[in-house]
């Protein structure tokens, strides 16, 4: 039977107004680094980022050059740095290896990092214990949610559910530990701790669809699946978005 859409049923909200809230906000923050700057993204945030704001877009706002956060010695000639990060303890010190480096050599630049979702106190540490807090400001990329399509939202949090699901399934230990210490009889408990322990994901481990292949082939990367030459048959990759808009997705 065709799908007949109920003419009372509401409308989709615009999905579109969060990522034109996410650019304003990107766009506000790098304008708080005025002159030309080099703009160092984290691997991760670089397809993200790529739906918000485009190098076209990153341009008109005094970004000279982009680079891919690799934590290696830097070759950037600029004497702005930006670098658009995660809160992680890892690039963090490489950063204040970076401006401890430019000390020694005499070099004087301007670095700014953009912490996304959110900075933590144990990054501020880190810049402070480097002796590099002053030498760096530090601001917030409020950037959670991304629409993918006209109906799909995405955390594009990719440690999110490993850190998360070890917290839960940690308190759950402890507290069945605590249970069995009291009353001697957790059956039920050690039953459910073993099931979870062993099978978790078993609903989600089927992809019997056609973007569900397509990610087990090629991996799907923020809505969008990156097909190389062995594809094309040319030399160059294509990237092509996994949406509405797709003819064959639809279908």
Not at 36 to 54: E, G, Q, T, V, Y
């Amino acid at each position: 039977m065709a799908h007949t859409e109920r003419r009372d049923a509401p409308g989709l909200p615009d999905f579109s107004l969060l990522k034109r809230l996410a650019r304003d906000q990107l766009i506000f923050l790098l304008e708080q680094l005025p002159g030309k700057k080099d703009l160092f993204i984290d691997a991760d945030l670089m397809s993200p980022l790529d739906r918000i704001a485009n190098v076209t877009i990153l341009k008109q706002h005094e970004v000279d050059k982009l680079y891919k956060v690799e934590l290696k010695p830097v070759v950037s000639s600029s004497d702005q740095l930006c670098f658009l990060i995660r809160p992680r303890i890892q690039t963090v010190k490489w950063i204040s290896d970076l401006v401890n480096s430019d000390k020694v050599a005499g070099r004087f630049r301007r670095y700014k990092i953009i912490f996304t979702p959110q900075k933590f106190y144990a990054c501020e540490t880190i810049l402070e214990e480097q002796g590099v807090y002053g030498d760096v400001t530090t601001d917030e990329w409020n950037f959670y949610i991304l629409p993918l399509d006209d109906d799909i939202l995405s955390l594009e949090l990719p440690e999110f559910f490993r850190e998360n699901f070890l917290m839960v399934y940690e308190s759950w230990r402890e507290l069945m530990e605590e249970g069995e210490q009291r009353t001697r009889q957790p059956e039920f408990a050690k039953v459910f701790l073993i099931d979870r322990d062993v099978d978790f994901v078993t609903p989600l481990c089927s992809q019997v669809v056609y973007e569900g292949l397509v990610d087990d082939i090629f991996r799907i990367k923020c809505g969008s699946v990156e097909f190389g030459p062995d594809v094309t048959s040319t030399d160059k990759s294509i990237k092509v978005m996994l949406n509405s808009q797709d003819k064959v997705r639809a279908t």
